[in-house]
């Protein structure tokens, strides 16, 4: 399948910002915005909700803690029990600066190997640029052409107050 | 925007019922105290240390939040930052506390006991440090030296609202990276002079560290408390955004976590070594009722703030945010006295006039002094050259 998509070029952030409402305001697809930087308020503004990856990160992170838990208990209780300071086989305190180092582990390093899955940036993934300025000083955001009464030039007229320094029809093949 | 920004009128003002009352907590709290030292010395006097100290905290944590901003020029906070000072404000009248709480050495001390260190050695090895007149010329040293940082700070930032001077910001950075410095050593000097000596065989070099992580994260609470009660009752109600909150939040539960790392490091090389005369510190402090302060020391400080305060919406919610502060200088509240009085209540935890007296007063106080100070500059630093950043602040 392929769909159409309308490749629209700003020169600063505020502008992104400001089309982007607009164009949302007047019901059209954002397909995705680019910028050079990070620009506050523009995921609100694209209407992204907010990003479930904490809960992946709480998910792995109760996952390591419980796992080393288990294996210190298993290890120094039970799989070769050794007798520390007279102090019982199972003391927790013991177990609780390792524990804790290895919820860290798995929430941060998990979190991380979540977010490229998520996104897909996998090793050997090569950059698709949308426009050259993009790594640069330019602010591009990218409409969906949905239906046959998308129409182009009303785009161009809602976008006018905003510095369009260019804008192009492109079909994406996947 | 700047528009109703210039000085008002101490919020309490506008509820006079509320000041009254405030005010006669207060006064019962000091009749409290001052009966107290004469009538059941061994119960008032370290409630009245507890107090002091209490207070003190909150007014350093004010003048520690200013100089961690300007040290890491920081923005965000420029907006909120009269609120930190109006703690800072109060430093004179903590410290005019804490030379009152002097006055109770005799009850608080045993090294201060001629008859005690005579017949104990180790008392006597630490009587070059631990003896009455060096102990009150080290206390107001400490107080001296912070209050001359927290006023040149605050005289600063007011001057700039009149001049729009930049050099001040720069003389205000070189002050705090200052203060940084001087925090770090006399605060641990001043905690186990004050604190750790109440039991003057036992040591914890961690223990001034534990000491200024919960000074910072009960003062964190209390700024933000501040900051939402202003925020509510007007002067800073155009100004302070969620973002505010949501920065204020993210500190508070980073500090509540390293409290808790904190509290465990300590905790576990005593526990580890299993040394009587290291040991002994926890041994008290988990018999009996005991137990139950310990407990509630860890769900108060770290667990309730570090499960409420996880998701982003729970920081940037006021109301929430609010209630786990509270909960925080509770905590806090519970944390010095779990510190200060198993010495003194051996067999476990009592919570009688003598302990509600002296800090019910005590907070009613901070409240008081605090918003008079507010009322006392600007509700913002109007010419800050990062003020436009701080109102336009998105985190």
């Known amino acids: 399948m392929s769909r159409r998509l309308l490749v629209n070029v700003f020169q600063s952030d505020q502008d992104i910002l400001n089309a982007t409402k607009a164009a949302r305001e007047n019901g059209y697809t954002i397909v995705d915005a680019y910028t050079p930087y990070a620009v506050h308020g523009l995921d609100k503004a694209m209407g992204i909700r907010p990003t479930r990856i904490g809960w992946i990160c709480l998910g792995l992170g109760l996952l390591g803690a419980a796992a080393k838990l288990w294996f210190q208990i298993w290890t120094s209780a039970f799989d070769w029990p050794v007798n520390v300071g007279g102090k019982p086989l199972t003391s927790l305190p013991a177990f609780v600066p390792v524990t804790f180092e290895v919820t860290v582990l798995f929430a941060g390093v998990g979190t991380v190997v979540a977010f490229f899955l998520v996104s897909r940036l996998l090793p050997g993934k090569r950059p698709k640029v949308v426009y050259e300025g993009v790594t640069n000083d330019k602010f591009v955001l990218v409409l969906a052409e949905e239906d046959a009464s998308f129409d182009v030039e009303k785009v161009e007229k809602l976008f006018a107050p905003f510095h369009m320094v260019k804008m192009e029809e492109r079909v994406e093949e996947d | 925007m700047i528009m109703n920004l210039h000085k008002s009128e101490d919020v309490l003002a506008g509820i006079p019922r509320l000041r009254r009352n405030l005010a006669l907590v207060m006064a019962l709290g000091a009749i409290t105290a001052s009966i107290g030292a004469f009538v059941a010395p061994e119960r008032a006097w370290p409630n009245i240390l507890l107090a002091s100290f209490y207070l003190l905290s909150l007014g350093l944590a004010g003048v520690l939040f200013i100089a961690l901003q300007y040290v890491s020029n920081a923005g965000w906070s420029v907006a909120i930052r009269r609120a930190p000072e109006a703690l800072a404000g109060i430093l004179p009248i903590a410290s005019l506390l804490m030379v009152i709480t002097l006055l109770g050495i005799p009850s608080l001390y045993?090294?201060?006991?001629?008859?005690?260190?005579?017949?104990?050695?180790?008392?006597q090895a630490k009587a070059g440090w631990l003896n009455v007149p060096f102990f009150v010329i080290r206390t107001i040293l400490y107080l001296s030296v912070w209050f001359v940082f927290a006023f040149y700070l605050r005289k600063f930032s007011r001057q700039q609202d009149a001049t729009g001077d930049v050099s001040l910001t720069r003389k205000n950075k070189k002050l705090s990276g200052g203060f940084l410095v001087v925090?770090?050593?006399?605060?641990?000097?001043?905690?186990?002079?004050?604190?750790?000596?109440?039991?003057?065989?036992?040591?914890?070099?961690?223990?001034?560290?534990?000491?200024?992580?919960?000074?910072?994260?009960?003062?964190?609470?209390?700024?933000?408390?501040?900051?939402?009660?202003?925020?509510?009752?007007?002067?800073?109600?155009?100004?302070?955004?969620?973002?505010?909150?949501?920065?204020?939040?993210?500190?508070?539960?980073?500090?509540?976590?390293?409290?808790?790392?904190?509290?465990?490091?300590?905790?576990?090389?005593?526990?580890?070594?299993?040394?009587?005369?290291?040991?002994?510190?926890?041994?008290?402090?988990?018999?009996?009722?005991?137990?139950?302060?310990?407990?509630?020391?860890?769900?108060?400080?770290?667990?309730?703030?570090?499960?409420?305060?996880?998701s982003q919406w729970s920081k940037k919610n006021e109301g929430l945010l609010l209630k786990v502060c509270v909960i925080i200088m509770i905590g806090h509240w519970i944390d010095l006295y779990w510190m200060i009085l198993p010495p003194f209540l051996k067999t476990g935890p009592e919570v009688s006039l003598w302990e509600i007296g002296p800090f019910a007063g005590m907070i009613a106080l901070f409240f008081l002094g605090t918003f008079k100070a507010f009322a006392q500059a600007n509700p913002v630093p109007l010419k800050d050259p990062l003020l436009v950043e701080s109102i336009h602040h998105h985190s």
């Open chain 2, 110 to 123: 045993e090294w201060s006991h001629a008859d005690a260190v005579s017949g104990n050695h180790l008392l």
């Open chain 2, 183 to 310: 925090i770090a050593l006399t605060f641990t000097l001043a905690s186990m002079d004050w604190i750790m000596s109440l039991e003057p065989e036992w040591y914890s070099t961690i223990f001034g560290m534990y000491n200024l992580s919960g000074m910072l994260l009960n003062g964190l609470a209390a700024i933000a408390v501040v900051v939402i009660i202003l925020r509510r009752t007007g002067p800073l109600r155009t100004v302070v955004t969620d973002s505010h909150l949501h920065d204020l939040g993210k500190l508070i539960f980073a500090f509540s976590t390293f409290w808790m790392y904190i509290w465990f490091s300590q905790y576990i090389l005593i526990w580890y070594a299993n040394i009587p005369e290291e040991v002994v510190y926890f041994v008290n402090r988990e018999k009996g009722s005991w137990t139950i302060f310990a407990g509630l020391n860890v769900v108060f400080n770290w667990l309730i703030p570090f499960v409420v305060l996880l």
